[in-house]
């Protein structure tokens, strides 16, 4: 059973990203803010659920929330600023898109860069360990997944209905053949070193 909260007596937002490891597109996060007594039996880190669960998830945790933000980094800041960077800004987006401001994050993963004066734990696996952690992975899932769906329709080519933007073989295949697109990540690694090979 998943934690209604890190430290007692404070408003506290769970914040998490989606994105990070694709090779096309945005990354995505939320942050989100949950009473102590909300629960709900499926609520659990968004890549262990199915894309049916998530998205009734994600209409519980908006409908039931105190307070949430979801907002994104795109593509050519992910270039710019490196993803690592890059994630944090959509977190710190994220939070301030919030009508709560938080007394404490808490944070998936080991690193984070501080927002304004705003104390904050980083908890890996704590999409795993803490609701609030586990909404906002739901939602930013859920955000990034529709968004990429919506730039599968300009770009069938690349598969992104189905891959979300991820390395997948179908992917690297279709960057091999036609290359890649604005919306491709250029300082990552679009093609593995075997397909490297085979272009010549």
Known sequence: MLEAYHTPGVVEAGCDEAGRGCIAGPVFAAAVILSPEFHHPLLNDSKKLSARTRELLRDVVESEAVSFGVAMADEKEIDRINILNAS??????????????PEKLIIDGNRFKPYREIPFSCIVKGDSKYASIAAASILAKTYRDEYMC???????LYGWNKNKGYPTLFH?????KSGPCQYHRHSFRLLNEQMRLNIF
């Open 172 to 176: 690297r295949e279709a960057v091999m």
């Open 150 to 156: 919506g730039l599968h329709e300009q770009y069938p």
């Open 88 to 101: 944090f800004l959509a977190m710190h987006r994220a939070i301030e898109k919030m009508q709560s401001v």
